[in-house]
């Protein structure tokens, strides 16, 4: 009797959620939206943010096997039902941005191997550009979307531009200012204005440290930044304050005290922020098991 009300329970949940979805999916277009209406030119109608009803299973089974293949760290293979997602549902901007994702890990995981030797001498052809294309793509339909521009500035950051990056992770952290990974990518990426491609020095210093404060005031197990506000202090001559900021990055970080809780913060996925994180609108889906510890990509020193 308790396992029929369960499972009826479970159908009826099954159910509203669906239907939730199929509203959304159906629902008109904001007036004045970008993707609303046809084209300047009136002859094709342009690309509206939802999954046409029709396609919902196929797009759900997609999806959620992108996202369980995401938490494995099997990035080709998330590429390959992201993508199919993105063929039924082109419109749909949570795809366009998940697509982006897993194309930015498969690519940063290539692009390490390459450079670790553990690949041809040959260069591999990575899937920045096409995960640029999206984002850019998703930016020009909805200019405010901070997975878009978060992701776009990680990438950015990863081939160098850091000027273009920064610009990104600014907008995200006046959009959100809650966002404490944010932050530490806008010091991360912050230049030197005598010679905007390289990485901000001794004299951005206090710049440096009132960026990283922030990061550390929203979240203070975020080991990257205190190791990066400790570098600061060294510049700004202030001794002791780097000692404290190190000894606490010490204690926190898990790859020097294996019991330390503190948040990475590196370059791979689940560790890159929750703007760097798939979206998932669909609830219903059983857990994967851990899989251990992921792959990661490197920026750049």
């Known amino acids: 009797m308790m396992r029929s009300r369960r499972l009826a329970t479970t159908k009826i949940a099954s159910l509203i959620v669906l239907c939730a979805i199929l509203t959304a999916c159906s629902r008109a277009p904001r007036p004045g939206a970008s993707g609303a209406g046809t084209t300047a030119g009136g002859a094709q109608p342009a690309l509206r943010d939802e999954i046409p009803a029709d396609r919902l299973n196929e797009v759900v089974a997609a999806h959620l096997e992108g996202v369980g293949l995401m938490e494995q760290y099997q990035y080709a293979q998330a590429v390959a039902a992201f993508r199919k997602v993105h063929q039924l549902a082109p419109?749909?901007?949570?795809?366009?941005?998940?697509?982006?994702i897993a194309l930015l890990n498969d690519s940063g995981i290539k692009a390490e191997a390459a450079k670790g030797g553990r690949a041809s001498a040959t260069p591999p052809a990575t899937n920045f550009d096409e995960a640029l294309k999206l984002l850019d793509a998703v930016i020009e339909r909805d200019p405010q979307n901070l997975h878009a521009h978060y992701c776009r500035g990680l990438i950015l950051e990863y081939q160098g531009d850091l000027e273009r990056a920064h610009k990104d992770f600014a907008i995200v952290t006046e959009r959100d200012p809650s966002d404490a990974h944010a932050w530490l990518k806008l010091g991360t990426t912050l230049t030197d204005p005598e010679n905007p491609g390289a990485q901000a020095g001794p004299k951005q210093a206090r710049e440096l440290i009132a960026i990283y404060t922030k990061a550390l005031e929203r979240n203070?197990?975020?080991?990257?930044?205190?190791?990066?506000?400790?570098?600061?202090?060294?510049?700004?001559?202030?001794?002791?304050?780097?000692?404290?900021?190190?000894?606490l990055w010490r204690r926190l970080n898990p790859d020097v005290n294996p019991a330390g809780p503190g948040d990475t913060g590196k370059t791979y996925y689940g560790e890159m922020g929750r703007y760097a994180t798939v979206i998932d609108p669909f609830p219903m889906r059983s857990q994967m098991p851990d899989p251990g510890h992921p792959p990661r990509f490197d920026v750049p020193e």
Do not use: D, H, T
């Open 91 to 100: 419109g749909w901007i949570a795809g366009s941005i998940n697509l982006a």
């Open 220 to 247: 203070p197990y975020l080991v990257m930044a205190l190791y990066k506000i400790q570098q600061a202090y060294i510049w700004a001559g202030e001794p002791k304050k780097q000692a404290e900021a190190l000894n």
